[in-house]
């Protein structure tokens, strides 16, 4: 089986690269697993920033669709957990992280993306956490910590309680992402960003990091533990199999019935 991501260092910056294109880089277990070593090894290395990147049309598209199967709520508490392990890895990282933004980031991977301390998005893609479109809650995968956190919370609110997503000039606007290139320029703008973080103090970017996500509260797990309790409750409703139903087999507006 190929590996699912690669882990490149070179001059004191590391790349991790979802390499599932085909898949749009959907978070498995197995790719989740591997995310989460190379995020151990990246932090046991001695690189000066990570760059998070992907391969193909989308960056990544969430949770993989084959793994949501009916399961009991003590099975899926563990599970819905374990996906938040990489959110954990990256924003405990000393070290500034850069999410290369190439294609649409949603679900799972909008969790990861702003997650990251910087975000650099190509024109036209879209971000967002659509989860309510397939009857889930739309605080998962860290959108309920960071995400009125990051842009303003009337804004926040409407993209996690109607699926809204933006597009990269919107979020630019918004602050969501910091800087928006054409695609076949987006490259430069991570690289010179990549540089630029590199090439400062070290141990003054540890602290200063460290103080900018103290500064948010002191309270993450405990909105992860909530994230984990609604969406482990939403999965087992017949709204998510209305919803999985209607977006991926059938095509259509989802009805629900609130059961």
């Known amino acids: 089986m190929t590996t699912p991501l690669r882990l490149e260092s070179k001059d004191g910056i590391a790349t991790i690269t979802l390499t599932?294109?085909?898949?749009m880089n959907a978070l498995s277990l197995t790719m989740l697993d591997a995310l989460i070593d190379a995020l151990d090894a990246v932090r046991r290395g001695d690189?000066?920033?990570?760059?998070?990147?992907?391969?193909?049309?989308?960056?990544?598209?969430?949770?993989d669709r084959a793994e949501m199967i009916q399961r009991k709520p003590a099975e899926w508490e563990p599970i819905v957990d374990h996906y938040l392990d990489p959110v954990r890895r990256i924003a405990d990282l000393d070290i500034p992280v850069i999410a290369r933004l190439q294609g649409d980031t949603v679900g799972g991977g909008f969790g990861l993306a702003i997650a990251c301390?910087?975000?650099?998005?190509?024109?036209?893609?879209?971000?967002?956490?659509?989860?309510?479109?397939i009857g889930l809650a739309g605080c998962d995968m860290s959108a309920g910590y960071y995400l009125p956190r990051l842009i303003p919370l009337?804004?926040?609110?409407?993209?996690?309680?109607?699926?809204?997503?933006?597009?990269?000039?919107e979020a630019l606007a918004l602050g969501l992402v910091h800087r928006v290139a054409p695609a076949d320029k987006l490259d430069d703008e991570v690289n010179e960003l990549a540089q630029r973080l590199r090439s400062g103090p070290p141990i003054a970017l540890v602290f200063t990091k460290r103080a900018i996500r103290r500064s948010l509260d002191l309270d993450r797990d405990a909105e992860f533990d909530y994230e984990v309790f609604a969406q482990v409750n939403c999965i087992q409703t017949e709204d998510h199999q209305e919803g999985v139903r209607a977006f991926f087999d059938e095509k259509r507006a989802p009805v629900f019935q609130g059961r």
């Not at 599932?20 to 898949?23: D, F, S, V």
């Not at 690189?47 to 949770?63: H, M």
């Not at 009337?154 to 000039?169: H, I, N, P, S, Y």
């Open 154 to 169: 009337g804004v926040a609110t409407e993209m996690m309680m109607t699926g809204k997503l933006v597009r990269a000039d």
């Open 117 to 133: 301390d910087f975000r650099v998005a190509a024109e036209g893609i879209r971000l967002g956490a659509p989860f309510v479109r």
């Open 20 to 23: 599932q294109p085909e898949r």
């Open 47 to 63: 690189d000066r920033v990570l760059v998070l990147a992907a391969e193909g049309q989308a960056f990544c598209a969430g949770a």
